[in-house]
């Protein structure tokens, strides 16, 4: 299994940028799929997550209204499409999937999860 993120890079405050996941070896229509940032020196946090059946969707507070994530089961890829972005939201981005989700102390966790490697998104003010 592999999922290969991408689409970060450096923008002004108030910019858009859209994460992409592709995925390999699963079909992401079956698995519940987040994504995932970290900045320097704090512990990674679930910004946002999405149930199997995209019935169930969490965002993080600090993100609500501006990110919004999606899949695309023909192209077996999903996405998180970022909006009016601010400095703080500058971190190394991730993708997982996994058998399901679980929303807690305000953010998001994939279950028995697969992880891509990290796109950096930069906000400059």
């Known amino acids: 299994v592999q999922l290969q993120a991408s689409g970060g890079g450096s923008v002004q405050t108030g910019g858009s940028l859209r994460l992409s996941c592709a995925a390999s070896?699963?079909?992401?229509?079956?698995?519940?799929i987040g994504w995932f940032r970290q900045a320097p020196g704090t512990e990674r946090e679930g910004v946002s997550c999405?149930?199997?059946?995209?019935?169930?969707?969490f965002y993080s507070d600090s993100v609500k209204g501006r990110f919004t994530i999606s899949r695309d089961k023909s192209k077996n890829m999903f996405y998180l499409q970022m909006n009016n972005l601010k400095p703080e939201d500058s971190a190394v981005y991730y993708c997982?999937?996994?058998?399901?989700?679980?929303?807690?102390?305000?953010?998001?966790?994939?279950?028995?999860?697969?992880w891509g490697q990290g796109t950096q998104v930069t906000v400059s003010s």
């Open positions: 070896g699963i079909t992401v229509n079956f698995y519940a």
């Open positions: 999405i149930s199997n059946s995209d019935l169930s969707t």
């Open positions: 997982a999937a996994g058998e399901g989700y679980s929303g807690f102390g305000g953010q998001c966790n994939i279950l028995r999860s697969y």
